[in-house]
């Protein structure tokens, strides 16, 4: 195959992981670009959207994990593009603009550490033949030795390896040939060891993943687990990927203790993206995030006590919590009122639903 069939294939199969920030709004996290599904659109931290080159470097997978279309005993057309084929065209479209940076991961090529070698090996290309100084994300594979991780973290701006679920528990019934503590907690732990502060790769981000409805884990447990690997091991970013019935086998026979019908997995992950950002940006503690509604507005309901919020009295932190209210609305209201007294919400920009929401949590003196 051309390397160009191949991408389109193996872009085809990255879809489903979200660690890099994928997608600009809405949920054109799933969408790609026209020239090729590999092109995918990315958030940026500083505001606005880039394009990011996005592909597995391997379908060919030696794991089972029930919930994934690739795992070995699935008949889905396999290949595997070699180092120097991605690095080629990856160049090319940078060199054209199209692209500003390159999100590798892939599939299990008969053991971690041969995999990892290859994802490495694309890195080390573009950054010392092709002199590429610019953003790579690499997926660490589960399993892999500590040396394929460091030499990941060496030549990458980013790293993530996906946790799939919160503890072994969970875990063990997705995958028999996947050992939670020693391939994936312990990788973990070591990316977050070789990247903190004061390291040599302290700039190096990393992040992760859960599948959200593959496996019978709560949403309490989800968020337990997030709150651990923000407070404990620093990662920058947590992200979910909704579980789709179809693309794994939850009815394998004998395994029917997975959920056939999963509980709205994209309700799930949206509630979950929302308790994600109130635990980075809100200041809120994993306890106090409910699961089962929109966490702020529940949080409202629970501490009546808090309201109304003197929108030109109350600091930041408290501005944050009213609901209807964000970072930009905040920011506007701490701009107006140290011009003038604020008599009224109609300055904020603020409309129908969202306005009322915010009357009846505020008052304006
Ligand atoms: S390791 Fe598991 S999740 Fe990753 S490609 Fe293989 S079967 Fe899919």
New binding site residues.
């Given amino acids: 195959m051309e390397p160009i069939d191949k991408l389109k294939v193996l872009s085809e199969d990255s879809q489903y992981d979200m660690a890099c920030a994928c997608g600009t709004g809405n949920d054109d996290r799933r969408t790609r670009g026209t020239e090729g599904k590999w092109l995918y659109p990315v958030s940026l931290p500083q505001g606005g959207y880039s394009v990011l080159l996005k592909t597995l470097l391997s379908?060919a997978?030696s794991?089972?994990?029930k919930?994934?279309p690739?795992?070995?005993e699935t008949n889905v057309k396999r290949c595997t593009l070699n180092p120097e084929e991605v690095a080629r065209v990856f160049m090319e479209y940078y060199s054209r603009k199209i692209v500003f940076g390159l999100f590798l991961s892939s599939?299990?090529i008969h053991t971690p550490d041969h995999t990892m070698d290859k994802i490495n090996s694309v890195a080390a290309l573009l950054r010392r033949k092709y002199g590429f100084r610019g953003y790579i994300h690499l997926k660490v594979i589960?399993g892999a030795s500590d040396a394929a991780i460091a030499e990941s973290i060496s030549l990458a701006s980013a790293v993530s390896l996906n946790i799939e679920t919160p503890g072994k528990k969970h875990f063990d019934l997705l995958?028999n040939r996947?050992d939670y503590m020693k391939d994936i907690i312990h990788p973990l732990k070591l990316m977050s060891r070789l990247t903190s502060r004061g390291m040599r790769h302290s700039r190096v981000k990393c992040t992760t993943q859960f599948i959200v409805g593959a496996s019978n884990e709560k949403d309490g447990e989800i968020i337990k687990y997030m709150t651990g690997l923000y407070d404990r091991l620093k990662f920058q970013r947590v992200y979910f990927s909704a579980y789709q019935q179809g693309l794994g086998s939850p009815e394998i026979p004998g395994e029917k203790r997975f959920l056939s019908v999963p509980e709205q997995p994209f309700m799930r992950e949206h509630r979950l993206y929302q308790a994600d950002f109130l635990l980075r940006k809100y200041g809120f503690s994993g306890k106090e995030i409910p699961l089962d509604k929109d966490p702020k507005e529940a949080w409202a309901e629970e501490h009546p006590e808090f309201y109304p919020v003197r929108i030109n009295r109350a600091d930041r932190e408290e501005l944050l919590r009213v609901p209807g209210i964000g970072h930009v609305t905040v920011e506007r209201i701490l701009k107006s009122r140290s011009e003038i007294n604020m008599g009224s919400l109609d300055k904020l920009g603020l409309k129908g639903k969202r306005l009322e929401k915010v009357r009846g949590y505020v008052v304006c003196e």
Avoid: I, M
């Fill in positions: 379908n997978c794991k089972d994990c919930y994934c690739l795992r070995s599939a299990v589960p995958s996947k």
